[in-house]
């Protein structure tokens, strides 16, 4: 179903769970394929920083991609179609979000003013409208809808059939949910960023990789002057996992939340923090100085925080001081 659409491009498949196992990939394709045991080679001490057993082992995907621009898909969604009964190109609408700018300091009632058919309406700043470079785009999902698992509990037969046709830039100073399921991003922008945290196998938490990410990344694009868009395009989710199953991986980020949300809204990065990397260590500083006092595993977090920018600059030399075109935000 993705071939018309994934054929141009260049996939990198992390396989988690048993190495052993063998992944049997289409032909057609130009892929490369990475299992446990080539992270361990690749990454050798710091591999310990790569989940296992989680969707969070995505991520060494992004640190060994050599493109600028990122698309990562669960392997349960599948190609959706528009109301019109059109085949969505998920690629393309990321694109498109990724190539034109955000606005992340005034809010376009209108929705995305860059998309065909839409403008910045009346009472709109004028020197606002060039807007900022868009780090960050996330699209949504029809059929099964990415709910936690006390949602899921009570409402199973729960299937989301909205198609809203809109994009919309996060406010600066607004945190998200992010899913990884339907996620493209700008790897030269924001690539460091994109640590999805330990999770899984050993680990008190998981199905909280993405959300991690989404609120690292988002106060470093506010504090960097970068834009997170949402809304299209939408992909069909397939399957619904194991509510019981994600009660037990998630409960502890249920309530942890509620500490680590006041947490970001309060991250403040000094100004010379300049680069992707630079703001990412000072956040594994602050996690490591207020989180841990919630939780002993925000200790070890933050460690990993600080091997993944090592091991992201060791397979990525070039870019270890990468200044941010824009730079911090006065
Ligand atoms: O041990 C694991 C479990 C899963 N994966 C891969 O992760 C994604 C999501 O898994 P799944 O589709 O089963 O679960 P969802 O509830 O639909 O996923 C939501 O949670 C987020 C992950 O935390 C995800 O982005 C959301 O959509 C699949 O690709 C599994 O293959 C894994 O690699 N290892
Ligand atoms: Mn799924």
Sequence with gaps: MWRPFFQPYHLIIVQDGDPSKTIKVPDGFDYELYNRNDINRILGPKASCISFKDSACRCFGYMVSKKKYIFTIDDDCFVAKDPSGKEINALEQHIKNLLSPSTPFFFNTLYDPYQEGADFVRGYPFSLREGVPTAVSHGLW?????????????????????????????????????????????????????????????????????????????????????????????????????????????????????????????????????????????????????????????????????????????????????????????
């Design 142 to 330: 029809l059929n099964i809808p990415d709910y936690d698992a006390p949602t899921q509990l009570v409402k199973p037969l729960e299937r989301n059939t909205r198609y809203v046709d809109a994009i919309m830039t996060v406010p600066k100073g607004t945190l998200f949910p992010m899913c990884g399921m339907n996620l493209a991003f700008n790897r030269e922008l924001i690539g460091p960023a994109m640590y999805f945290g330990l999770m899984g196998d050993g680990q008190p938490i998981g199905r909280y990789d993405d959300m991690w990410a989404g609120w690292c990344t988002k106060v470093i694009c506010d504090h960097l002057g970068l834009g997170v868009k949402t809304g299209l395009p939408y992909i069909w989710h397939s399957k619904a996992s194991n509510p019981f199953v994600n009660l037990k991986k998630e409960y502890k980020g249920i309530y942890w939340q509620e500490e680590l949300i006041p947490f970001f809204q309060s991250v403040a990065l000094p100004k010379d923090c300049a680069t992707v990397q630079k703001c990412y260590l000072e956040l594994s500083k602050q996690v490591k100085a207020k989180l841990g006092k919630v939780d002993d595993y925000f200790n070890k977090l933050a460690d990993a925080m600080v091997t993944w920018i090592e091991a992201w600059d060791e397979l990525n030399p070039s870019s270890a001081s990468a200044e941010v075109a824009n730079g911090p935000k006065k």
